[in-house]
Every structure is written in C-alpha cells, then in structure tokens.
C-alpha cells in the first residue's frame, strides 16, 4: 500500500472515529437532559419550600464533587461506571434545580410562560451554535484562553456579589454567563469535529453544563425583567 493510499485510509478511520464520538456524545447529553429534567420534577414534588435553598445548593455541591473526584476515574474506563457517574452528576444537578424552576411557576402569575421561554431559548442557543460549527467545521481553539480568563472573571464576580451585594453586577454576570458558556458549546463542538476531544463521557459533560448554565442564566434574566 502507497503513502497516498494509506494516509487516506488514515482519514477514514478518522472521520469515523470522530463520527463516532459526536454520535455517542449526543446520544448521552440527550439522555442525560431527559433524567435531569426528571429528577428536577421528582425534587419539585418532595423538597418543601422551606429546605429548597439548602437542598439546591447541597445538589450542585454534590454534583461537582463527583464532577471533579469521582467522573475523572471512570470517564476513561471501557466499562459503564462513567456513564453511571455522569447521569448520577446530571441527575444532582436536575434535583438542584427543579424545586426553583417550581417556585418559580408556582409563585409568578408567569411563571410557566418563563421557564417555557427560559427552555425554549436554550435549545435556540445550543441548536444554532452546534448546528453552525457542525456545518462551517470552524475551528474553534482560539477561543480557549478566552474563555478561561472568563470563568475566573465569573467566579470573582460572584463572590464579590455574594460578599458585596452590588447593585446590577448580578445582572451583568447571568448577561456573561450566556456569552461564556455560548463560547464553550463553539469550543467544545469544534473539539469533538477537529478529533481534540475523543471521549464523549467528557464532550457530554462539557455540553451539559454549558446547557444547564445558559438555561439558568436565562430564567435569572427573564425573572430579573419580569414585572410580576
């Protein structure tokens, strides 16, 4: 076999690996929103209003615990414990969210209309992103010291609101929310297509927490902007 003809076959492998991946990535980031959203409705059902806060800031805790010492040890196995470990994460964060998208229906008299409009924009926003980088096969690597330099700016802002309370800066971090994590849905595509990213647990996870991020952002705006 020629140089030419074993660098095509090279490219084949690759294109299919690739393929591979980007199939297998949405096939679990579909299943994984789809228990998220049915664990978000179990915790709506049996969290009161009282422990709601706590219960919520005691899933997202959880859920990045094993983000971070747990999904790192099964996410390269060749078994099912990082599929396991990856709907354990998004099903915490789903339990985290779903008693405030709750109170939120229940207690504005749009409430509905606002998380509808809070999904709705989310899927536009990923949909759009993922559909352009798909199509365009763009290259996207550019955007990383971009978007790390924007996760810290993020995290000092949100402590200084917390520790602060300055008036409109929480405003401004949801607005830099949908910009950054719109950015890494372009990133984390482009990396899937361009063979950067080769273990789809990983794509997943990275697409679901730009997806949950951005969707939470958008309910914060529109509830900001709400006038009831």
């Not at 099912?80 to 994460?89: A, E, H, N, Y």
């Not at 809070?118 to 993922?130: K, N």
């Amino acid at each position: 076999m020629s140089e030419f003809d074993q660098s095509i076959v090279r490219t084949q492998e690759s294109i299919l690996a690739t393929n591979k991946v980007l199939k297998n990535t949405y096939m679990l980031l579909s299943a994984t929103l789809i228990f998220s959203a049915f664990t978000a409705f179990i915790a709506s059902q049996v969290v009161s209003l009282e422990s709601m806060r706590m219960v919520s800031i005691s899933s997202t805790i959880g859920a990045f615990l094993i983000l971070f010492f747990v999904l790192p040890k099964y996410a390269e196995s060749s078994g099912m414990g990082g599929i396991v470990v990856t709907f354990l994460f998004t099903g915490l964060l789903g339990f985290g969210v779903g008693p405030l998208v709750s109170a939120v229906m229940t207690f504005h008299g749009n409430g509905t209309q606002i998380v509808a409009t809070a999904l709705g924009g989310t899927g536009v926003i990923f949909l759009s992103l993922s559909a352009y980088v798909l199509t365009t096969k763009k290259d996207f690597s550019f955007l990383a010291g971009f978007l790390f330099a924007g996760v810290i700016i993020l995290i000092i802002a949100s402590v200084l609101s917390m520790v602060m309370g300055i008036s409109g800066l929480p405003l401004a971090i949801n607005v830099a929310v949908l910009f950054i994590f719109s950015g890494f849905i372009l990133f984390d595509t482009s990396r899937i297509i361009h063979g950067g990213e080769d273990n789809y647990i990983h794509a997943c996870v990275g697409l679901y927490i730009s997806i949950f991020n951005i969707f939470n952002a958008l309910l914060s705006l529109l509830l900001s902007f709400s006038k009831d």
